[in-house]
């Protein structure tokens, strides 16, 4: 067991002040040191403390198992599928699955609250997270935020509210602390709704991006990286534009990622009890990961709603991996023809479905593996989790 101990922590209000991050540079703003949980904080963070296996061990009832491939890659699991809502949400990122078991879960009762994450009135992409009690509130949040958001900020409220029964949607090194300090909530049942994430950004960082990369960095309503090889940015009128991996301006963007993304090793978000994503999917179709019976409780909700497919896995990224790891090294950056050329080739014989999830995974590993070694030493050997470890000593990497 490797929860924190149970205590007092209302004691910890006067170390509360907000400006204080024990991760320093590596803090990813989950928001656990805005509240009093911070007195949790050295055994929460995932950047001071990894503890993935055991604590999946608690979620899940086991942990990855290491001579599995696909354990290093998906984590636990008792079912992962292709799917997609049926008649889709207006104005969803893809089609509305997160939110419409969200929806539900609060319609039925089950919860009496959902964390999830707004954005200001001031600006479409500054979260505001909060605890929705309505399916308005739910609606509100939809689409993501590709920045650093405090979504466990939030938690005193749920503390003071009363709250017995809540569900709380999150990326990994949030789902990593929200499951250390889960005894400590006094609820009667987490629900954990996670997304895959990776490669947030500061909102400065964000705008970059988009000044760099779109043609119109001001009506960009949302973007994700696909599995055709291309940023798909979707517009205010409707429009979508498209920009291949290849052609993005690396040498501007390199250093525009936040180092605690830089330093993750949970792209998948292995302790959630359900995962909603896109990157093991066909192209159109969400990634569901079902974790435990939690999960399949969650998604049970809305089967009825969603049509699905099997996984399916085509291609072999290897190659591909192994010539990305120089070439983000290096800053390469394609002229836009000839991005756009091998972006064509790519998606006619690149990996696809679950191979290009290992892909993805691969190159964020090995990438960040080579973060933490020349950035933070003495942190590399107890900072990269097993799988991660195997994962990328399926490469060579430079020496340096």
Same mark, same amino acid.
């Given at each position: 067991?490797?929860? %924190?101990?149970?205590?007092?922590?209302? !004691?910890?209000?006067?170390?509360?002040p907000s400006s204080r991050r024990p991760a320093k540079e590596l803090c990813s703003e989950c928001g656990l040191c805005d509240t009093y949980y911070i007195h949790y904080v050295k055994e929460a963070c995932a950047f001071?403390?990894?503890?993935?296996? &055991?604590?999946?061990?608690?979620?899940?009832? @086991?942990?990855?198992?290491?001579?599995?491939?696909?354990?290093?890659?998906?984590? %636990?699991?008792?079912?992962?599928?292709?799917?997609?809502?049926?008649?889709?949400?207006?104005?969803?990122?893809?089609?509305?699955?997160?939110?419409?078991?969200?929806?539900?879960?609060?319609?039925?009762?089950?919860?009496?609250?959902?964390?999830?994450?707004?954005?200001?009135?001031?600006?479409?992409?500054?979260?505001?997270?909060?605890?929705?009690?309505?399916?308005?509130? %739910?609606?509100?949040?939809?689409?993501? =935020?590709?920045?650093?958001?405090?979504?466990?900020?939030?938690? &005193?409220?749920?503390?003071?509210?009363?709250? !017995?029964?809540?569900?709380?949607?999150?990326?990994?090194?949030?789902?990593?602390?929200? @499951?250390?300090?889960?005894?400590?909530?006094?609820? &009667?049942?987490?629900?954990?709704?996670?997304?895959?994430?990776?490669?947030?950004?500061? @909102?400065?960082?964000?705008?970059?991006?988009?000044?760099?990369?779109?043609?119109?960095p001001d009506t960009v309503v949302h973007y994700e990286f696909m599995q055709d090889f291309r940023v798909h940015f979707k517009h205010e009128d409707g429009s979508t534009e498209t920009v291949p991996f290849f052609g993005l301006k690396t040498n501007q963007l390199k250093d525009v990622f936040a180092p605690s993304c830089m330093s993750c090793f949970d792209y998948v978000n292995s302790l959630a009890d359900l995962v909603?994503?896109?990157?093991?999917?066909?192209?159109?179709?969400?990634?569901? %990961?079902?974790?435990?019976?939690?999960?399949?409780?969650?998604?049970?909700?809305?089967?009825?709603?969603?049509?699905?497919?099997?996984?399916?896995?085509?291609?072999?990224?290897?190659?591909?991996?192994?010539?990305?790891?120089?070439?983000?090294?290096?800053?390469?950056?394609?002229?836009?023809?000839?991005?756009?050329?091998?972006?064509?080739?790519?998606?006619?014989?690149?990996? !696809?479905?679950?191979?290009?999830?290992?892909?993805?995974?691969?190159?964020?590993?090995?990438?960040?593996?080579?973060?933490?070694?020349?950035?933070?030493? &003495?942190?590399?050997?107890?900072?990269?989790?097993?799988?991660? =470890?195997?994962?990328?000593?399926?490469?060579?990497?430079?020496?340096?």
């Amino acid at each position: 067991m490797t929860s %924190v101990n149970t205590g007092n922590h209302k !004691k910890a209000r006067a170390i509360k002040p907000s400006s204080r991050r024990p991760a320093k540079e590596l803090c990813s703003e989950c928001g656990l040191c805005d509240t009093y949980y911070i007195h949790y904080v050295k055994e929460a963070c995932a950047f001071l403390n990894q503890q993935v296996a &055991e604590l999946e061990a608690e979620a899940h009832g @086991r942990s990855r198992n290491l001579d599995n491939p696909d354990d290093w890659y998906f984590g %636990v699991r008792q079912e992962m599928m292709a799917a997609r809502k049926i008649q889709p949400i207006e104005g969803a990122q893809w089609t509305g699955i997160v939110s419409t078991i969200a929806i539900e879960m609060l319609d039925r009762g089950l919860v009496e609250g959902v964390v999830c994450v707004q954005n200001t009135k001031e600006d479409r992409f500054q979260p505001m997270p909060i605890i929705a009690r309505t399916p308005e509130e %739910v609606l509100a949040a939809r689409v993501n =935020k590709p920045t650093l958001s405090p979504n466990l900020s939030v938690l &005193e409220q749920v503390e003071r509210s009363g709250m !017995k029964r809540l569900l709380v949607i999150g990326v990994g090194c949030q789902i990593q602390a929200l @499951r250390t300090v889960e005894k400590q909530l006094g609820l &009667e049942k987490l629900y954990v709704l996670g997304t895959p994430c990776v490669d947030n950004v500061t @909102r400065a960082g964000l705008q970059k991006f988009l000044e760099t990369t779109s043609r119109s960095p001001d009506t960009v309503v949302h973007y994700e990286f696909m599995q055709d090889f291309r940023v798909h940015f979707k517009h205010e009128d409707g429009s979508t534009e498209t920009v291949p991996f290849f052609g993005l301006k690396t040498n501007q963007l390199k250093d525009v990622f936040a180092p605690s993304c830089m330093s993750c090793f949970d792209y998948v978000n292995s302790l959630a009890d359900l995962v909603v994503g896109y990157m093991g999917a066909p192209f159109g179709w969400q990634w569901i %990961v079902v974790r435990n019976d939690t999960g399949r409780e969650m998604l049970d909700l809305v089967r009825d709603r969603i049509e699905t497919q099997p996984v399916m896995s085509k291609g072999d990224r290897h190659q591909a991996v192994q010539q990305s790891i120089p070439a983000y090294d290096k800053a390469v950056t394609l002229p836009m023809w000839a991005a756009k050329l091998m972006g064509v080739v790519i998606e006619k014989i690149g990996p !696809k479905g679950l191979e290009y999830a290992r892909f993805s995974i691969d190159s964020h590993f090995t990438r960040n593996y080579l973060y933490v070694k020349r950035h933070h030493p &003495e942190k590399l050997d107890a900072h990269v989790p097993e799988y991660a =470890k195997r994962i990328v000593g399926q490469y060579q990497l430079p020496a340096k």
